[in-house]
């Protein structure tokens, strides 16, 4: 309902409920003054009869009714007790003591009621006079029916209603013709905002009136300021149309009821799609496996598609909004060759087995039936080389595992990550490089963890090993004695802190800046840095130790972090273990 018809509807009940109110207050007012004014008139009537009963008696009072002519009052004469004298509707009448008039009448002098009357069937209006005359008690009582008196109301209130309806229908004519005139600037205002939805200049019409005009002026600056900013947008959204076109990963986007906003043809080609229209819904464009995403709202991995096996996408989807925006690159290139890296380690580590095996075997016999001391040296360091040959394969396929399986939640127990750091520090002293070194511990009476036990074991173990052969390398002339290492567990709310310091070399600073920068970018490292100089891990050994603590970390939903420097001088690792760990 448009501001005019509900003006016009307000208005005309306005009027209606005014009409009805004065017609019900003029009806009572007309009708309580008609009252008063027959009242008035009878009692000016009731005393020229009892003037005429006083002087000329009853036979007076009869001749003064006939004078009165055709009237439609009554005239009643009551003596003592209620017995009726004289009635000039000449009918047989029963006693009247009890009519209230007449009662009030013999009280204080005079009595009016309004009642009906059962003698002449009609309501009638009753005014009575106490006559003190010859020493009898009379009652001269004067009545008019009150049918006519209602005719005379009835007729000045249709006459009031006839005033009133003229009147509402000008002023309703005049609020026409009003709301016109105020709407009719309104009307163009709204006619000129019309071409927003028609894509055309807008301008609105100035107008005489003062306010008015400052209404114009302040539109039509919006309107230029909504035109400016529209063909901003426009241009904006051509340069995105043009940037995702010439994106070279997939780009999707949908809306809050997962119906497609923006695709670029990038993504069609991944998705095997031909086209696709905005506003479809999503689920006739991505395979189950990709629809599946949007509910996580959050996330990062490879995802393999069912028309073709082959694929692999690297997908990445957020939440945005309430919808989602999802970014997928084709990665099948990349995946194949992971998984050749991966067999080929695998199946090399395990084709190395057999000849290091007899490598060993032949090293021993070798051994066993020397007496000549430098060839009982040159069979010990063919030993050596093979056993560090073996615990660089074992520290390969163990790398292949954790990259190709996370720690599942079937794998973890409950654990005692303090027994364990004792274990390994005990172990470690009878280490053949740490016999002369100082091992401290520092830890908690338990400390309660879900954990994987062999492969943090494993991780720990190595940290431990990095900082042994540090303070052997940095000691070697002492045979070991000076070397301290302390092995250490804190508690910091949410999370277990394992720190491994020693007292050997350290690390050159801008190495170890390159290490931090390496774990951000979760690239990890395969050698140490000492003394300015980049040397493999372990003393002239392989590197793998630290990258499988770190991958061991990261299992747990943990990390790995090098500090500046220990407060033994040397080198500090630290591993951060949540104690609610989850896996995704």
């Not at 090399?348 to 060839?375: F, V, W």
């Amino acid at each position: 309902m448009g501001l005019k018809r509900k003006m016009a509807l307000a208005f005309i009940v306005l009027m209606s409920t005014s009409m009805a109110f004065s017609l019900y207050f003029f009806y009572k007012e007309v009708g309580s003054r008609i009252l008063n004014e027959n009242l008035e008139r009878m009692r000016y009537f009731t005393r020229l009869l009892e003037h005429e009963y006083e002087e000329n008696g009853l036979e007076g009072l009869r001749e003064k009714v006939r004078e009165l002519g055709d009237w439609q009052g009554r005239v009643t004469l009551v003596g003592d007790a209620g017995r009726v004298l004289y009635d000039s509707s000449r009918q047989p009448f029963e006693n009247h003591a009890q009519r209230p008039e007449i009662v009030e009448a013999g009280k204080s002098g005079e009595g009016v009621s309004l009642r009906y009357s059962s003698t002449v069937g009609a309501r009638m209006h009753y005014y009575a006079l106490a006559l003190k005359t010859k020493g009898a008690a009379e009652v001269l009582r004067l009545a008019w029916p009150l049918p006519a008196l209602t005719q005379i109301g009835r007729g000045l209130t249709w006459r009031f209603f006839e005033n009133i309806a003229w009147t509402s229908l000008l002023l309703l004519l005049f609020i026409i013709w009003f709301s016109r005139r105020i709407f009719l600037p309104l009307d163009r205002i709204v006619e000129a905002s019309s071409a927003i939805r028609e894509a055309k200049d807008l301008h609105f019409p100035l107008f005489g009136e003062p306010e008015l005009q400052k209404l114009s002026m302040a539109l039509n600056d919006m309107a230029e300021r909504l035109k400016n900013a529209t063909e901003a947008l426009q241009i904006s959204r051509a340069e995105l149309r043009h940037i995702l076109e010439a994106l070279p990963v997939g780009v999707l986007l949908t809306g809050a009821h997962r119906e497609l906003r923006c695709v670029n043809p990038a993504a069609l080609e991944l998705l095997g799609a031909d086209e696709a229209k905005a506003g479809q819904a999503i689920e006739r464009l991505l395979p189950a496996e990709l629809y599946a995403l949007l509910e996580k709202r959050d996330f990062r991995g490879i995802v393999g598609l069912p028309h073709n096996k082959r694929i692999r996408l690297a997908v990445c989807a957020i939440a945005l909004g309430d919808g989602c925006l999802m970014v997928m690159r084709d990665v099948s290139a990349e995946y194949r060759l992971e998984t050749m890296r991966r067999n080929f380690t695998i199946e090399a580590g395990h084709e190395l087995q057999t000849p290091l095996t007899a490598i060993r075997a032949a090293a021993e016999l070798l051994l066993d039936g020397m007496e000549d001391e430098e060839s009982r040296t040159l069979a010990e360091t063919v030993l050596q080389q093979q056993e560090r040959m073996t615990d660089l394969i074992d520290d390969l396929l163990l790398l292949v595992k954790l990259d190709d399986e996370a720690v599942g939640r079937e794998e973890l127990c409950e654990d005692d990550l303090a027994e364990m750091l004792n274990f390994i520090a005990e172990e470690f002293r009878g280490h053949p490089l740490a016999r002369k070194m100082v091992i401290e511990t520092h830890l908690p009476q338990e400390a309660p963890f879900f954990c994987s036990r062999p492969e943090l074991l494993r991780a720990l173990s190595n940290l431990l090993d990095n900082a042994v052969r540090a303070c052997a390398k940095k000691y070697e002339k002492e045979g070991g004695k000076g070397g301290r290492i302390r092995f250490s567990l804190s508690d910091l709310e949410e999370s277990w802190i394992v720190a491994v310091s020693d007292n050997g070399p350290g690390f050159d600073p801008e190495e170890l800046l390159r290490l931090r920068q390496e774990l951000l970018d979760e690239r990890l490292p395969y050698y140490e840095a000492r003394n300015g100089r980049r040397e493999k891990w372990g003393r002239n050994g392989h590197g793998l130790g630290i990258a499988i603590a770190v991958r061991v970390a990261r299992a747990h939903g943990g990390t790995v972090e090098f500090a500046d420097c220990s407060a033994l001088g040397g080198a500090e690792l630290r591993l951060v273990l949540p104690k609610f760990h989850v896996k995704r």
